[in-house]
Nanobody, 121 residues
Framework: QVQLVESGGGLVQAGGSLRLSCAASGNRLSINIMAWHRQAPGNQRELVATITREGTTNYANSVKGRFTISRDNAKNTVYLQMNSLKPEDTAVYYC???????????????WGQGTQVTVSS
């Protein structure tokens, strides 16, 4: 089992920045992909960014150039630096982790509890 705990959410004005953290604990050896998703009220959960164990990243078009995903393997932590925030970025942000087999099915093995990000206009 792997436990994921997010932190760093909050209220920020449009144009501001926040950094989310996701600390992983437990049996992490099989985990290759870490990701951030978000879900706004009334919307489906959407993928924001992914990062592999080797550091390869991928972003949703809506956040490219504004968000940066990174990981510190020594600290077992994944970060999401969010700059130039917009009101439409308001959502609950979830950290997720997957092994390569589960990710190949576009699924994740583990999810965090989520952290609220609210961007005011």
């Amino acid at each position: 089992q792997v436990q994921l705990v997010e932190s760093g959410g909050g209220l920020v004005q449009a144009g501001g920045s926040l950094r989310l953290s996701c600390a992983a604990s437990g049996n992490r050896l099989s985990i290759n992909i870490m990701a951030w998703h978000r879900q706004a009220p009334g919307n489906q959960r959407e993928l924001v960014a992914t990062i592999t164990r080797e550091g390869t990243t991928n972003y949703a078009n809506s956040v490219k150039g504004r968000f940066t995903i990174s990981r510190d393997n020594a600290k077992n932590t994944v970060y999401l630096q969010m700059n130039s925030l917009k009101p439409e970025d308001t959502a609950v942000y979830y950290c997720a982790a997957a092994d390569i087999f589960t990710y190949a099915r576009r699924a994740y093995n583990y999810w965090g509890q989520g952290t609220q990000v609210t961007v005011s206009s």
